[in-house]
């Protein structure tokens, strides 16, 4: 059953309608946050705000990622933190990523959604499949779906058994969760996870078909399985050097940049944009810490070496959030262009609908 596809509700940043995506060829979201050939864009991560603690106050959270979009970055990607764990000093963006999605979705109207990443051997798939796919109607086909293993063990005994051994478990969730993202798939599925009878399909459908997965990392996987089963690589923040041979594998197993068919890859990481312009960069574990000339360098580095988008999270600066953003924005944002899908090429199946 196809649902109706919603657009932005009350409160949006710019008003209701249907994101600016869609027509033949790959997932509109895709299509935005990854145009590929040899083009990067920038990407955000949650949370919006610099803070020296382990959880944001998120206060004006929902007024910065409207404002984000306004600029014209790419896409905004949440992340999975159930738990405060003793050692970790790490709380996310405090709130449940697909409760905030849910936010986002009808307070947004063009700016990718995604998870950056669910991690999906805490989760199970179905639930996973209808959080993901009722984002994706109600943002109009915005949703991205990173997935990972995760990187804090302190979380794993808390969910008992089931979540033993977590790497063990993600063919088998990936796959559940890919056949309840599929095409309109109705055919049965049976996996240690659980069994679907043939016809027991997902409702809402995502809002294109086929919701893309994104895998984040490896998780245990050889980068050969990555690129069988994911529409796309996130990864973290590397030495260009190092990106630059990350990057030429993929390429190897996936096609150019753009290709048909082709795989994006991004990278992420933390970013302490200095205040003076021109700040020699130092050293940050997982980011980048430097002024915005140095730093406009490095990424066109990373744009030449093949990363489809740059993904930043904000959280360790001493300056203001608002502040950074306004100087992404006006000084890096013009060298990576988020495109813009021409209204006239909107898929004709679908119809907007105020909830």
């Not at 240690?192 to 809002?207: F, K, M």
């Not at 430097?290 to 489809?308: I, N, Q, S």
Request: glycine share 12%; proline share 10%; hydrophobic share 40%.
């Amino acid at each position: 059953m196809r649902a109706e596809t919603a657009g932005a509700g009350g409160g949006g940043c710019t008003g209701p309608g249907v994101a600016d995506t869609a027509g033949p060829g790959p997932h509109p979201a895709m299509r935005r946050a990854f145009p590929g050939g040899g083009r990067a864009t920038l990407g955000l991560i949650a949370p919006l705000e610099s803070f020296s603690g382990d959880v944001p106050t998120m206060e004006g959270h929902l007024a910065r990622v409207c404002a984000a979009e306004e600029a014209g970055f790419a896409s905004f990607w949440l992340r999975d933190v159930p738990l405060l764990v003793p050692g970790q000093g790490d709380g996310g963006q405090l709130f449940d990523p697909w409760v905030y999605l849910g936010a986002l979705a009808t307070a947004t109207s063009r700016i990718t959604l995604g998870t950056a990443s669910t991690v999906l051997p805490l989760r199970h798939p179905v639930h996973v499949a209808k959080a993901a796919a009722s984002v994706d109607l109600l943002s109009g086909g915005r949703m991205l779906l990173g997935l990972a293993v995760g990187d804090r063990p302190g979380e794993v005994p808390a969910f008992g058994p089931a979540a033993v051994d977590p790497a063990d478990r993600l063919p088998d969730s990936w796959a559940y969760l890919r056949h309840l993202t599929g095409d309109a798939v109705t055919t049965g599925h049976s996996s240690p996870l659980g069994e679907l009878a043939p016809g027991t399909g997902l409702v809402p459908e995502p809002a294109f078909g086929r919701l893309p997965l994104l895998m984040t990392g490896r998780g245990g996987r050889t980068i050969e399985w990555v690129a069988e089963h994911a529409d796309g690589w996130l990864y973290s923040a590397l030495a260009p050097e190092i990106q630059r041979a990350n990057t030429a594998r993929w390429r190897r197993l996936t096609g150019e940049s753009g290709a048909p068919g082709s795989k994006p890859y991004a990278q992420a990481g933390y970013l302490v944009l200095d205040e003076d312009p021109r700040s020699a960069p130092r050293p940050l574990p997982q980011g980048w810490a430097m002024g915005r000339e140095p730093l406009l360098d490095l990424f066109k580095t990373y744009e030449a070496g093949g990363v489809d988008q740059l993904m930043v999270n904000l959280r360790l600066n001493s300056r203001p959030a608002d502040e950074v953003l306004a100087e992404l924005a006006e000084y890096l944002l013009p060298h990576f262009p988020t495109p813009e899908i021409h209204p006239a090429a909107r898929a004709s199946h679908l119809t907007v609908r105020q909830f």
